[in-house]
T-cell receptor, first 117, second 111 residues
Framework: NAGVTQTPKFQVLKTGQSMTLQCAQD?????MYWYRQDPGMGLRLIYY???????DKGEVPNGYNVSRLNKREFSLRLESAAPSQTSVYFC????????????????FGSGTRLTVV | QKEVEQDPGPLSVPEGAIVSLNCTYS??????FMWYRQYSRKGPELLMY????GNKEDGRFTAQVDKSSKYISLFIRDSQPSDSATYLC???????????FGSGTRLSIRP
């Protein structure tokens, strides 16, 4: 059982380049999330998808787009990378609103370390 | 003011000590409270969760919620070097799909 899988694990981009971060979960979770983590800033929500077919902005959505491809996959795209987007990106999933056990915890992937030069 | 406040540390204690990690929050509607542990260069993992007020114990770990003071704590007994990690508190409303995280406290246990 792989849980949440993120690819790639590391990436270096030049300013202005584009890329897509991939995320897939195999736990049949309804909700998926993209966070960035920066020193001293904690985890900041970029976008989330409460259920298949829906996406919503989080705290820091500017410069990013997302696609909930199906129930398993949720991708994050940087259209024109900037040095300010240098960060560690985490994808997470949860059972979401319909959790029968009332458990609202997230399962996180291992992260993508992105450097924009 | 952030919804959830957490002292970033770092906190360094000797092996075997009791560790206390804390968070305060401003939204009195929060009902689910969680603690995540994050090892260096890894994703956060759920350590414990509690619903509403009270205590919950799991081995050497105890989570405590005081809703009247809007204050939550994680206690680690008989701390081990393997407990060295960043600990993030998190909380949410019943039925909500988003969790609000604290910024994390970096903990180091000295052998």
């Amino acid at each position: 059982n792989a849980g949440v899988t993120q690819t790639p694990k590391f990436q270096v981009l030049k300013t202005g380049q584009s890329m897509t971060l991939q995320c897939a979960q195999d736990m049949n979770h309804n909700s998926m999330y993209w966070y960035r983590q920066d020193p001293g800033m904690g985890l900041r929500l970029i976008y989330y998808s409460a259920s298949e077919g829906t996406t919503d902005k989080g705290e820091v959505p500017n410069g990013y787009n997302v696609s909930r491809l199906n129930k398993r996959e949720f991708s994050l795209r940087l259209e024109s990378a900037a040095p300010s987007q240098t960060s560690v990106y985490f994808c997470a999933s949860s059972e979401g609103l319909r959790s029968p056990r009332g458990h609202y915890g997230y399962t996180f992937g291992s992260g993508t370390r992105l450097t924009v030069v | 003011q952030k919804e959830v406040e957490q002292d970033p540390g770092p906190l360094s204690v000797p092996e075997g000590a009791i560790v206390s990690l804390n968070c305060t929050y401003s939204n009195s509607a929060f009902q689910y409270f969680m603690w995540y542990r994050q090892y260096s260069r890894k994703g956060p993992e759920l350590l414990m969760y509690t619903y509403s007020s009270g205590n919950k114990e799991d081995g050497r770990f105890t989570a405590q919620v005081d809703k009247s003071s809007k204050y939550i704590s994680l206690f680690i007994r008989d701390s081990q070097p393997s407990d060295s990690a960043t600990y993030l508190c998190a909380m949410t409303l019943l039925g909500a799909s988003k969790i609000i995280f604290g910024s994390g406290t970096r903990l180091s246990i000295r052998p």
